[in-house]
C-alpha cells in the first residue's frame, strides 16, 4: 500500500512538470511572436518642412538714455503707453544744470566786457601813436631847419644837438607806441578768444540743461520702464536706459534658430506659418526677410538666426512671445506616397 502512494505522487510530480513546460513554452511563443503594422500606401501631395522655435520682436526697438547724471523729478509715461517722437516722456531735475547755465552766461558777459577794455585800449594807443608821429613830423622839421641854419652860420652848434636830441626822443616815443599796441592787438585776441570759449562752455551747458528733457525718439509704445521718480540716473560710460520703445507693434518678426542642417534650404521671400502658445489654434503667415550670417554655438551646436515677418494688425501678438515656426521648404503633388514610420524598423 505504501508503495501505490509512492507511485501515485510520482505520477502527479512528472505531470506537473510537463504542464509546466508546456505553458513556459507557449507563453514564450506567444510573447515573442512577429507583429506587423501596416501602412496604405497613397497617392497625393507631400512636403519637406523645416521647424524651429524663434521669440517675437518688434522690427525696431528704441533704448532712451539719459546722456546727463541727477535726479529723475518727474515721469510722463509708463508701460504700454503710445508715444510721437519728440514727445516729453520724463524729466530730470534741472536745478543744478540751470545753475550751470547761468555761471557760463555770466562768464561770457565777462568776457566780453575784457574784450572790449581790450579794444579800447588799442584806439587810445591808436590815437597816441598818431599824437607821437605828429611830433615826430615836426622834430625832424626843426632838425632840417636848424641844420641849414648851422651851416650858415646862423645858430649855434647846441641848438642843433637839442634838436637832434629831441628827434631821436620822439622817435623812441613812437617805437613804443607801436610795440605797445601790438601788446594791445595780442590782448584783443586773446579776450576774443575767452569769449569763444565761454560760448562754447555756455552753449555745452545749455545742451546739458536740454538734456533734462527726456524725449521719445521714434513713435511707438513704451514697453519697458527702468526708472521712478526720485531715482538718480548716472550717466558715465554707457548711457543708463530708462525706457525701451516698440516702434510699430503691428509689424514684428520671429528671430527663430534654425540647425546648420537645414539652413542651406531656406531664402530670403520664401512663405512661413507659425503658432503661439497665446492662441495654439491660430495660424500666423510670414515669409522670410534674411538669414543671418554669424552663427549662434550653444554646447557644439550651430544654428542660424532667421528673421520671420509677422504682421500683427490686431495686436494679438507680444514682444518675447515663443513662436513655433514651420517652414515648406520643398512640395511635390500627386505622388506615392507612405507614413515615414513604414520605413523604419524595431
Same mark, same amino acid.
Given at each position: 500500500?505504501k508503495?501505490?502512494w509512492?507511485r501515485?505522487g510520482?505520477v502527479?510530480?512528472?505531470?506537473?512538470?510537463v504542464?509546466?513546460?508546456w505553458?513556459?513554452? /507557449?507563453?514564450?511563443?506567444a510573447s515573442? &511572436?512577429v507583429?506587423y503594422?501596416?501602412? #496604405?500606401? &497613397?497617392r497625393?501631395p507631400?512636403?519637406a518642412? +523645416?521647424?524651429?522655435?524663434?521669440? @517675437?520682436?518688434?522690427?525696431t526697438?528704441?533704448?532712451?538714455?539719459? $546722456?546727463?547724471?541727477g535726479?529723475? !523729478?518727474?515721469?510722463?509715461?509708463d508701460f504700454? =503707453?503710445?508715444?510721437?517722437k519728440?514727445?516729453v516722456?520724463a524729466r530730470?531735475?534741472?536745478?543744478?544744470?540751470?545753475?550751470?547755465?547761468?555761471?557760463?552766461?555770466?562768464d561770457?558777459d565777462?568776457?566780453?566786457?575784457?574784450?572790449?577794455?581790450?579794444?579800447?585800449?588799442h584806439t587810445?594807443? $591808436?590815437?597816441?601813436l /598818431?599824437?607821437v608821429?605828429?611830433?615826430?613830423a615836426?622834430?625832424?622839421r626843426d632838425? &632840417?631847419?636848424?641844420?641849414?641854419?648851422?651851416?650858415k652860420?646862423y @645858430?649855434?652848434?647846441?641848438?642843433?644837438d637839442r634838436?637832434? =636830441?629831441?628827434y *631821436?626822443a620822439t622817435?623812441?616815443?613812437? !617805437?613804443a607806441?607801436?610795440?605797445?599796441i601790438q601788446?594791445n592787438?595780442?590782448?584783443?585776441d586773446?579776450a576774443q578768444?575767452?569769449? #569763444?570759449?565761454?560760448q562754447?562752455?555756455?552753449?555745452?551747458? $545749455?545742451?546739458?540743461l536740454?538734456?533734462?528733457?527726456?524725449?521719445?525718439?521714434?513713435?511707438g509704445?513704451?514697453?519697458?520702464?527702468?526708472?521712478?521718480a526720485g531715482?538718480t540716473?548716472a550717466?558715465?560710460?554707457?548711457?543708463?536706459?530708462?525706457?525701451t520703445?516698440? #516702434? *510699430? @507693434?503691428?509689424?514684428?518678426q520671429?528671430?527663430?534658430?534654425?540647425? &546648420?542642417?537645414d539652413v542651406g534650404? @531656406?531664402?530670403?521671400?520664401q512663405?512661413a506659418t507659425?503658432?503661439?502658445d497665446?492662441f495654439?489654434?491660430?495660424?500666423?503667415? /510670414?515669409?522670410?526677410?534674411?538669414v543671418? !550670417?554669424s552663427p549662434? =554655438?550653444v554646447q557644439?551646436?550651430v544654428?542660424?538666426?532667421v528673421?520671420?515677418?509677422?504682421?500683427?494688425?490686431?495686436?494679438?501678438?507680444?514682444?518675447?512671445m515663443?513662436?513655433?515656426?514651420?517652414? +515648406?521648404?520643398?512640395?511635390r503633388g500627386?505622388v506615392?506616397k507612405v507614413?515615414?514610420?513604414?520605413?523604419?524598423?524595431?
Amino acid at each position: 500500500m505504501k508503495i501505490g502512494w509512492t507511485r501515485l505522487g510520482v505520477v502527479i510530480a512528472v505531470l506537473a512538470a510537463v504542464a509546466a513546460t508546456w505553458y513556459w513554452y /507557449g507563453q514564450r511563443n506567444a510573447s515573442g &511572436e512577429v507583429k506587423y503594422r501596416f501602412g #496604405k500606401v &497613397e497617392r497625393g501631395p507631400i512636403q519637406a518642412v +523645416v521647424v524651429a522655435s524663434g521669440t @517675437l520682436n518688434a522690427v525696431t526697438t528704441v533704448q532712451v538714455g539719459s $546722456q546727463i547724471s541727477g535726479q529723475v !523729478k518727474e515721469i510722463f509715461a509708463d508701460f504700454n =503707453t503710445p508715444v510721437k517722437k519728440d514727445q516729453v516722456i520724463a524729466r530730470i531735475d534741472p536745478a543744478t544744470f540751470e545753475l550751470s547755465v547761468n555761471r557760463a552766461r555770466a562768464d561770457l558777459d565777462a568776457a566780453n566786457s575784457a574784450v572790449a577794455v581790450a579794444r579800447s585800449a588799442h584806439t587810445a594807443q $591808436q590815437a597816441e601813436l /598818431g599824437r607821437v608821429r605828429v611830433q615826430l613830423a615836426d622834430a625832424l622839421r626843426d632838425l &632840417e631847419r636848424k641844420k641849414s641854419l648851422v651851416e650858415k652860420n646862423y @645858430l649855434s652848434p647846441a641848438e642843433l644837438d637839442r634838436a637832434r =636830441t629831441l628827434y *631821436d626822443a620822439t622817435r623812441e616815443q613812437q !617805437k613804443a607806441v607801436e610795440a605797445q599796441i601790438q601788446v594791445n592787438l595780442s590782448q584783443v585776441d586773446s579776450a576774443q578768444a575767452a569769449v #569763444k570759449q565761454r560760448q562754447a562752455l555756455l552753449q555745452q551747458a $545749455q545742451v546739458d540743461l536740454e538734456r533734462t528733457v527726456i524725449r521719445a525718439p521714434v513713435d511707438g509704445t513704451v514697453i519697458l520702464r527702468n526708472i521712478d521718480a526720485g531715482q538718480t540716473v548716472a550717466a558715465s560710460l554707457q548711457a543708463p536706459v530708462l525706457f525701451t520703445i516698440a #516702434k *510699430d @507693434l503691428r509689424d514684428m518678426q520671429v528671430e527663430a534658430a534654425i540647425d &546648420e542642417a537645414d539652413v542651406g534650404r @531656406l531664402r530670403v521671400g520664401q512663405a512661413a506659418t507659425f503658432t503661439v502658445d497665446a492662441f495654439p489654434r491660430r495660424n500666423f503667415a /510670414g515669409e522670410i526677410r534674411q538669414v543671418r !550670417k554669424s552663427p549662434q =554655438t550653444v554646447q557644439n551646436v550651430v544654428s542660424y538666426v532667421v528673421v520671420i515677418s509677422a504682421a500683427n494688425a490686431d495686436l494679438s501678438l507680444l514682444p518675447g512671445m515663443t513662436a513655433n515656426v514651420r517652414v +515648406v521648404v520643398d512640395s511635390r503633388g500627386n505622388v506615392l506616397k507612405v507614413a515615414n514610420a513604414a520605413l523604419r524598423f524595431r
